[in-house]
């Protein structure tokens, strides 16, 4: 469903066990800074009602989720700690198409968005069926669910959005671009690391 050409091991979920902390941490700022990506878009673009209204609801719903897994960490006891600069969204963010028309802007801000859904997505599944951490777990397994929403929600606005660019084939080389970069990722308790 997802497209990704590369999967994340699920060994990965063995390191983040060695570090909760950390990656709730991480993960809390993810979920801010997806929602800030939403009303980013709608301020850039408001003029399109419908996609206003889905970033409203869809910003909301990101900030819900920064809100449950801090009342995580605060329940166990944890501190959120500083925000966490996020290397693979940076390296995504490089090789995004400079410049273009406005519209070309704002199918490449959908695209981008979506790929970094569609990672989050696949990596709350892989924590959901490795993480031995029951609560964890269960949690992980209703996050995956709404970030593979979000990422249906920023594809199909950039496809509905960008007639006379081949959003597909954007779509295809980013995939493969992804691929790459996070190649690189999957060796620290971050949700892209």
Known sequence: MLGLKLATDPRWANLVETNIEEILTD???????????AITI???NSEHEELVTALLELAQEELSHFEMVHNIIKKRGYTLGRERKDSYVNELFKIRVKGGSRQQSLVDRLLFSAMIEARSCERFKVLSNNIK??????FYRELMISEAGHYNTFLSFARKYGEGIDVDQQWKELLVAEAEIIGRYGKSEAIHG
Do not use: G, R, V
């Open 133 to 138: 951490d029951e609560e964890l777990s269960k």
């Open 27 to 37: 993960h809390a700022w993810c979920e801010q800074k997806a929602a800030t990506n």
């Open 42 to 44: 709608i301020t850039l």
